[in-house]
């Protein structure tokens, strides 16, 4: 006892050690919990009239179907520390947070495995058929890692193909970021997407004007705009006149010339314009009809040489 007294006085004092496997470890056995079913304490249920309700659950996932919905087998506490929508459920005082089975509306059997999936893990399998389900639960849930994690998916997979898709369903969820590097892929392409894609004629008025209005725009002429824009009010008859003007005026006219005047006087002819827009085409062009358009080459909207739009 002497000996043992005289080397623990050796010691300076406590120390405090830290398994750095600890946290891996113990996820790694809740992850064996959920997939056997052991020690669960509540069942998630989702909404049995959600998309993909129908398809096959896929092999290893801890789902089961019955007649009402798909159910999973939880832990509450790790879904509520993983998910805050999950620890208001159970820690507020809600009704959810006595019962034994909890429904979920408005989230897919595939997604709902995939976020519980995560909870559990940290990880998640996104792709091009998922995404935007995943991207919608995960925001309902207020799982921000994979909201992220989706924002970033369909960011780095944006093409002619998707942008106008990608840009309504940013406007959507209101998600700033992507509506951001949307829009800045159809301005860089925007010439070809005049060309090949009818879903500009498809985007709402604000989302035209949003596109027209951009200081971005690659395009080397006002006239690939103006005709956009026309395009857009053509496939849209039905809209008030009010917002084919409105449209009309994210046009930059003061960027024509002289050379565009044959184009221009074009416009009169069309239909469209002899219907609803005469009088706005009138104001455009002054007194002197188009004679006065300016001498300088056009500029376009493309950037110029020290970093600033050109106006």
């Not at 990608?166 to 590097?181: C, G, R, V, Y």
Request: net charge neutral.
């Amino acid at each position: 006892m002497r000996r043992m007294a005289s080397v623990l006085s050796c010691f300076s004092g406590p120390e405090e050690l830290e398994d750095i496997n600890h946290a891996r470890s113990l996820l790694k056995e809740l992850k064996l919990f959920y997939d056997s079913k052991l020690l669960v304490d509540v069942t998630i249920e989702v909404d049995p009239d959600c998309p993909s309700h129908q398809q096959n659950a896929g092999p290893g996932k801890s789902k089961f179907c019955t007649e009402s919905g798909k159910l999973f087998p939880c832990n509450r506490n790790v879904l509520a520390a993983a998910s805050p929508y999950f620890k208001s459920m159970f820690t507020g005082g809600l009704y959810e947070s006595k019962q034994q089975k909890v429904t979920i509306h408005d989230v897919d059997a595939d997604s709902m495995s995939l976020i519980i999936d995560y909870c559990y893990t940290g990880k998640v399998q996104i792709t091009e058929a998922n995404v935007q389900r995943l991207y919608a639960a995960a925001n309902m849930l207020q799982l921000e890692y994979v909201r992220y994690a989706c924002s970033s998916f369909m960011t780095r997979r944006l093409d002619v193909s998707n942008c106008m898709a990608i840009l309504k369903f940013a406007d959507t969820f209101d998600n700033h970021d992507l509506k951001s590097e949307a829009q800045g892929f159809v301005a860089r392409n925007f010439v070809q997407l005049c060309k090949t894609s009818r879903e500009l004629c498809e985007l709402d008025l604000t989302q035209i004007k949003d596109i027209l209005s951009l200081d971005t725009l690659d395009v080397d002429c006002e006239s690939k705009v103006c005709s956009a824009a026309i395009q857009w009010i053509e496939a849209n008859q039905r809209e008030q006149t009010d917002d084919a003007v409105e449209v009309l005026r994210c046009v930059r006219w003061h960027l024509f010339t002289e050379k565009d005047a044959a184009y221009l006087e074009g416009l009169k002819s069309k239909p469209c314009v002899k219907r609803h827009l005469a009088g706005f085409m009138a104001g455009v062009s002054g007194r002197d009809g188009w004679s006065g358009l300016r001498r300088p080459p056009p500029t376009g909207r493309r950037t110029g040489s020290d970093g600033a739009p050109k106006r």
